[in-house]
Nanobody, 116 residues
Framework: QVQVVESGGGLVQPGGSLRLSCQAS????????LRWYRQAPGKERELVAA????????NYAGSVKGRFTISRDNAKNTVYLQMNSLKAEDTAVYYC?????????WGQGTQVTVSS
């Protein structure tokens, strides 16, 4: 049983930045693969970014590549999503997913709203 908690969402103007954080419990955090997803009303949930346990390999959706950066701090059991140059179409609920060899755990989501 892994607990996953996101934070850092909020309201930001177009062109602005936000940094989302996700803390996942467990003594084996360093082995987790971590992903950020997002879902806007009426749309399917989509993968935004992913990072391997070692942090050496990252992957991004084409719509966010060059603007978003995923990173992790294993000492703090935390994964981050730095979001820059935000656009209105980035508005969504953002979810953190921890993928283990034996399980798949989700946070409750944090709302990101990009609006002037």
């Amino acid at each position: 049983q892994v607990q996953v908690v996101e934070s850092g969402g909020g309201l930001v103007q177009p062109g602005g930045s936000l940094r989302l954080s996700c803390q996942a419990s467990g003594s084996t955090f360093s082995t987790y693969h971590l992903r950020w997803y997002r879902q806007a009303p009426g749309k399917e949930r989509e993968l935004v970014a992913a990072i391997t346990s070692a942090g050496g390999i990252t992957n991004y959706a084409g719509s966010v590549k060059g603007r978003f950066t995923i990173s992790r701090d294993n000492a703090k059991n935390t994964v981050y999503l730095q979001m820059n140059s935000l656009k209105a179409e980035d508005t969504a609920v953002y979810y953190c997913n921890a993928r283990l060899g034996w399980g798949d755990f989700w946070g409750q989501g944090t709302q990101v709203t990009v609006s002037s």
